[in-house]
């Protein structure tokens, strides 16, 4: 497929229809300062937007760079093979009535796939999408209007909803925005495609990302690893829930690791930032834009309020954000400028004493930012400039520049309240390079997603599994004697029909023994398990009350001292979800997990078991005896082996019994087919 530069950053531009919307992409051309050619085609109007129209494409001049297609969706196929045939960069499919309504219109997938074929290997935006604004250069295939200006350098952001994408160029935060490019159903060109090329323009900064579902795992997997590279930080808010992951209910594992867990999953993996709302996005961005990512999540607060010194530290109670104490020398510092009054610490109230006197509050904050913070954050909001002077706010901007000097360390303005913080100021904070935070919850959640931005890695590449047609439940026996050929620990086991069978089972095995029904997958609910039976009686009358003939007899596996799940759920968006978690009758109680994409190496399973609020009862907990690790992790391993072994949907061990010196899986589920 042909790249995306001419597609993005267009010398000509072709305007195909005659609806306002189409004369709107020539006026918001023309206002943001394009100096490109503009071309328009239609087969009837003299002119639209003030340009003058030619009647078919082959009269035009030549091959637009990009076009922008705003006729019905039988007529875009059409028009899509013309651009095509003749050489066009790359198009924008502006109707809807394709894919996104399936069910709706019959024929909408038909059309998607016949659009394909007609753009052969011209790029496609959408369709189902309003197209891309470039504020660098001025072309705006955007049907309209916006409110984004022309800048030299700035982040870029790719959003599925056009809708939400127009919001974000209303954001009055200070936000320089380079590109902005809608997907819409991702038909060809998706988020991870047009990401990568957008990261070969040395003039975005960091890009942020609006997902309603991944294009493509290897696709956005590469887009990673390219911004990896290229050393530009990369933002995502995820929303939806795949409902396919969702559907399956047999195991406890498929409720946890929903479609959500995997895009998390995923966005960890990858090395990019998730944030919860489309504020902490553009706060982020701010972040990342200014000053690149955070080192670390420890925060020096500088405020002239007590209130504010509390509220700030409440707000971060819960999430990363961490305030150092003070050292002994900053301590001094802070004394010689502040005097003897101030109680010191971070956050730190230096009270209005020296309010005003640059020299004093730049000592004050470079002083704050000599310890182990990774970020300043100076909390200000600004007055109303319609009623009131700013002269003396402007001051403290003056003492943070200074500060910032002297310390080498980046300093962020943070208003409580995200309208406290003009427009105007803003933008000039930008440009020397201190961060404006609008908001509190958006400044903590913003600081937290720029210090936890991990990398892509390399050598062990996701993996993409086949989808799985009609899958099959297997049996609690034959899905041990599955996962024990992978390494899993299992107790003496054996199957029996009849109480008589069952009992003569358990005096082999030995007792005590566990005594479970066959064919349940929910066998607890349905009262079909009975634990440490000590006799042939027991087993009989357990047997007995049963509302199944056929038992599985085994070795009752005593001396546990924690309870884990482990299971691996096919996410159809994001692969293979390997989610562990507390266990037993715990899962639902404490919703304790921690997800992960396979494969995953024995380290990942270490650092995501210390990751859990259950890791204290793991390591041993109020002088009860540790858990032997390693076993739990070759438990783990095992069940990673089945599950890249071959077709699967779910796999689940719950509880994995853990124990000083073993991880035995007293039960297994597990739901596998024949490839799609």
């Keep these: 497929m042909a790249a995306l530069e001419r597609l993005l950053a267009p010398k000509s531009i072709a305007v195909i229809g005659g609806g306002t919307w189409c004369a709107n992409v020539i006026g918001e051309c023309r206002k943001s300062g394009y100096d490109g050619k503009l071309w328009v085609v239609h087969p009837s109007k003299p002119e639209i937007g003030g340009c003058a129209a030619v009647t078919s494409l082959a009269d035009l001049p030549g091959p637009p760079d990009a076009a922008f297609v705003g006729v019905n969706r039988h007529l875009t196929i059409d028009i899509i093979r013309e651009l095509s045939a003749a050489g066009a960069g ?17 024929d909408g997938s038909d059309l998607q796939s016949e659009l394909l074929i007609a753009a052969g290997h011209m790029p496609i935006l959408g369709p189902n999408c309003y197209g891309f604004i470039n504020a660098l250069d ?18 870029a952001i790719i959003a599925q909803s056009s809708n939400i994408a127009l919001n974000l160029t209303m954001q009055a935060r200070g936000l320089p925005i380079a590109y902005l490019v809608t997907v819409g159903n991702q038909a060809q060109v998706g988020l991870s495609r047009v990401g990568q090329a957008l990261l070969d323009d040395p003039r975005a900064t960091a890009i942020g990302l609006h997902i309603e579902g991944i294009d493509d795992l290897a696709a956005f997997e590469a887009f990673a690893l390219k911004a990896q590279a290229c050393g530009k930080p990369v933002v995502a808010l995820k929303i939806g829930r795949s409902a396919q992951a969702m559907a399956a209910t047999i195991s406890h594992t498929a409720s946890l690791a929903g479609s959500m867990a995997g895009a998390s999953a995923l966005l960890k993996r990858t090395g990019v930032a998730q944030v919860n709302s489309l504020p902490d996005l553009l706060e982020t961005l701010k972040i990342l834009h200014t000053v690149g990512r955070l080192s670390s999540a420890k925060v020096a607060s500088m405020s002239c309020s007590g209130g504010e010194a509390s509220l700030i530290a409440d707000t971060a109670t819960g999430s990363a954000v961490t305030f150092p104490a003070l050292t002994d020398d900053q301590k001094s510092k802070l004394m010689d400028a502040l005097g003897p009054k101030v109680a010191l610490a971070n956050p730190l109230d230096y009270h209005t004493y020296i309010w005003g006197d640059i020299d004093a509050m730049s000592r004050t904050f470079a002083a704050m930012m000599a310890g182990d ?99 099959v439940l297997l049996s609690e026996h034959d899905a041990k004697q599955a996962l024990k050929h992978h390494g899993l620990w299992l107790p003496k086991n054996t199957l029996a029909d009849g109480s008589v069978k069952a009992a003569s089972a358990a005096s082999n095995i030995g007792f005590p023994v566990v005594l479970k029904g066959t064919g349940i997958a929910h066998k607890t609910e349905a009262n079909a398990v009975a634990l440490n039976l000590q006799s042939l009686e027991d087993v009989k009358r357990a047997a007995d009350k049963m509302p199944v003939d056929s038992f599985l007899v085994e070795e009752m596996v005593t001396d546990t001292l924690a309870e884990l799940l482990v299971g691996v759920v096919l996410d159809p968006a994001h692969g293979l979800v390997l989610t562990l978690a507390a266990g037993g009758i715990l899962t639902e109680l404490l919703q304790d997990r921690v997800s992960l994409l396979l494969p995953v190496s024995r380290e990942d399973v270490t650092s995501a078991l210390d990751g859990l609020k259950y890791a204290r009862v793991l390591q041993g907990y109020r002088g009860s ?9 070759d438990a783990v391993m095992a069940v990673q082996s089945y599950a890249l072994s071959g077709p699967v949907a779910e796999v689940e061990i719950n509880p994995l019994l853990c124990g000083a010196d073993f991880a035995i899986a007293a039960d297994a589920l597990i739901k596998c087919g024949a490839p799609q």
């Design 138 to 155: 001025g072309a705006a295939l955007w049907p309209d209007q916006h409110g984004l200006v022309k800048v030299p350098r700035g982040v």
């Design 373 to 471: 913070a990774a970020l300043g954050i100076v909390v200000l909001d600004f007055p109303r400039t319609d009623r009131c002077a700013p002269d003396e706010w402007l001051k403290v901007i003056a003492a943070i520049e200074k500060a910032m000097t002297i310390s080498g360390k980046p300093i962020a303005v943070l208003s409580t309240l995200a309208e406290n913080l003009p427009e105007h100021v803003a933008n000039d904070l930008i440009s020397r390079r201190i961060v404006p935070l609008c908001g509190l919850d958006e400044a903590i959640a913003a600081i937290s997603a720029a210090s936890d931005m991990g990398t892509c890695r390399k050598q062990m590449p996701i993996h993409i599994p086949q989808p799985v047609r009609e899958p």
């Design 90 to 106: 790359g198009a924008v499919c502006f109707a809807s009535g394709f894919s996104e309504a399936a069910e709706e219109l019959a």
């Design 625 to 633: 005896a540790s858990c032997d690790l390693e076993a739990i992790v």
